[in-house]
T-cell receptor, first 116, second 113 residues
């Protein structure tokens, strides 16, 4: 069964500091990996995705993530955090079937607080 | 405009009452999904539709839950005889035809008192 672990429940950083959110997955085949962001009371917005190819993927809002198969990890990074980045971040893994992905498995999320 | 409209945004109901949520896809899409997100957790898969056919249901979807998608357009999720444990955010998502990943709606937050 597939699973996602986000070891950090809550992270606090200062505005302008760098950020790394950790994600480890368990999946029996080639994983398709995603990072989503959720603001309070809102749905989830896709930040970036990894399907294949270059293991360093760029996303929106200046985020990037690196897929490391040997470590079963897909950590999210940002060089300089902005106050508007405060939100909850979810890593997800899913299978690929018939040209699309479905039935994503999400981690429990990491809540990011940004201090001024 | 996220591509998915969900109504209502918030619902407070008394234990034992029935509730129904609606999901209206705005964008062209392949599949429609329902997820549930409880406090402190990530979203969990409930069920999904390909057109009007409901192709898979999670074990989380007890007999009190029913989802429909008449004519392959909007979808509804009904919970009968609500329990306090049903309190959660219910998220609808679509898989747009031109994008191999989900677009989520803003969700319906259910509070059972």
């Amino acid at each position: 069964a597939q699973s996602v672990t986000q070891p950090d429940i809550h992270i606090t950083v200062s505005e302008g500091a760098s950020l790394e959110l950790r994600c480890n997955y368990s999946y029996g085949a080639t994983p398709y990996l995603f990072w989503y962001v959720q603001s309070p009371g809102q749905g989830l917005q896709l930040l970036l995705k990894y399907f294949s190819g270059d293991t360093l993927v760029q996303g929106i809002k200046g985020f990037e993530a690196e897929f490391k198969r040997s470590q079963s990890s897909f950590n999210l990074r940002k060089p300089s955090v902005h106050w508007s980045d405060a939100a909850e971040y979810f890593c997800a893994v899913g299978p690929w079937s018939g040209g699309s992905n479905y039935k994503l498995t999400f981690g429990k999320g990491t809540l990011l607080t940004v201090n001024p | 405009d996220t591509g998915v409209s969900q109504n209502p945004r918030h619902k407070i109901t008394k234990r034992g009452q029935n509730v129904t949520f609606r999901c209206d896809p705005i964008s062209e899409h392949n599949r429609l999904y329902w997820y549930r997100q409880t406090l402190g957790q990530g979203p969990e898969f409930l069920t999904y539709f390909q057109n009007e056919a409901q192709l898979e249901k999670s074990r989380l979807l007890s007999d009190r839950f029913s989802a429909e998608r008449p004519k392959g357009s909007f979808s509804t999720l009904e919970i009968q005889r609500t329990e306090q444990g049903d309190s959660a955010m219910y998220l609808c998502a679509i898989e747009p035809r031109d994008s191999p990943y989900y677009t989520f709606g803003s969700g319906t937050r259910l509070t059972v008192v």
